[in-house]
């Protein structure tokens, strides 16, 4: 039905209206629609019976919804590609969060790394302790950020 549609697009005719011939191998009592045993020759004679219609040669009718086809894939890639193209870069916008949003992540790696070493520092001492080694009576971790601290 969709090559049928696609011919009678392009001839510019309506083939549901009341004075246009009818197929050759379809029953009159079932519409083009309902029509569910096309074969080749069937298609092709329907093609003919349009080709009439449209005051139009079979070659150059078909020629025309070759060239109608080609142009609506072209289109269709086309169109296809610039979505795959939005797709992309809406997804490329959701990878990474905001400016501001990073450097709070970042001011929370710092604060979490900065305890993790407080941490291993304090281990490493208790561990020496244990094991007997004499470590300074006074440890201080210095933490220095480069931010003002006015």
């Not at 004679?45 to 009718?61: C, H, Q």
């Not at 269709?76 to 949003?101: E, N």
Request: hydrophobic content about 45%.
């Amino acid at each position: 039905m969709s090559l049928i549609c696609a011919i009678e697009s392009v001839g510019e005719v309506e083939i549901y209206g009341e004075v246009f011939p009818p197929f050759s191998g379809i029953p009159d009592n079932v519409t083009v629609d309902d029509f569910n045993r096309w074969t080749a020759g069937i298609l092709r004679g329907a093609w003919k019976v349009i080709a009439t219609a449209a005051e139009m040669s079979l070659e150059t009718l078909y020629a025309m919804a070759v060239t109608r086809a080609r142009v609506e894939l072209a289109c269709a890639k086309a169109d296809r590609k610039q979505v795959l193209t939005q797709l992309d870069r809406g997804r490329r916008l959701r990878l990474l969060p905001g400016s501001h949003d990073l450097e709070m992540i970042g001011r929370y790696e710092s604060h979490i790394e900065r305890g993790i070493y407080r941490a291993l520092h304090e281990l490493q001492r208790l561990q020496a302790a244990r094991a007997g080694h004499i470590s300074d009576p006074l440890v201080m971790d210095v933490n220095i950020s480069g931010r003002d601290l006015d």
